[in-house]
Nanobody, 126 residues
Framework: QLQLVESGGGLVQPGGSLRLSCAGS????????IGWFRQAPGKEREGVSC????????QYADSVKGRFTISRDSAENTVYLQMNNLKPEDTAIYYC???????????????????WGQGTQVTVSS
């Protein structure tokens, strides 16, 4: 059974940092593009960042550029999202997703991803 499991969310003060993890179970994440998405209460799901299977293509939403970094650890079969200088507007449920891209990368759009995790809550508040 193919599963993605997110972890690392929590409550953090503005300006703080968190590292989210997306662990794959039942399949190898190296063969898939991995995206991070988030959904705040009352808002639509939005793309945050994605990484192609080849590692050659990385995208970030404008709102997180310079603050968030996506990376892959093949040995751990895990993709990370390092989030620095967090702001209250980053508060949301964060989801990771996997999609086949054949090494070419895929758009940072929900419809392009086939497999989804259950989400992890990130709350930025003083």
């Amino acid at each position: 059974q193919l599963q993605l499991v997110e972890s690392g969310g929590g409550l953090v003060q503005p300006g703080g940092s968190l590292r989210l993890s997306c662990a794959g179970s039942g399949f190898t994440l190296d063969y898939y593009a991995i995206g991070w998405f988030r959904q705040a209460p009352g808002k639509e799901r939005e793309g945050v960042s994605c990484l192609s299977s080849s590692g050659g293509s990385i995208q970030y939403a404008d709102s997180v550029k310079g603050r968030f970094t996506i990376s892959r650890d093949s040995a751990e079969n895990t993709v990370y999202l390092q989030m620095n200088n967090l702001k209250p507007e980053d508060t949301a449920i964060y989801y990771c997703a996997a999609g086949e891209d054949y090494g070419l990368g895929i758009p940072l759009e929900s419809s392009a991803y086939e497999y989804w995790g259950q989400g992890t809550q990130v709350t930025v508040s003083s």
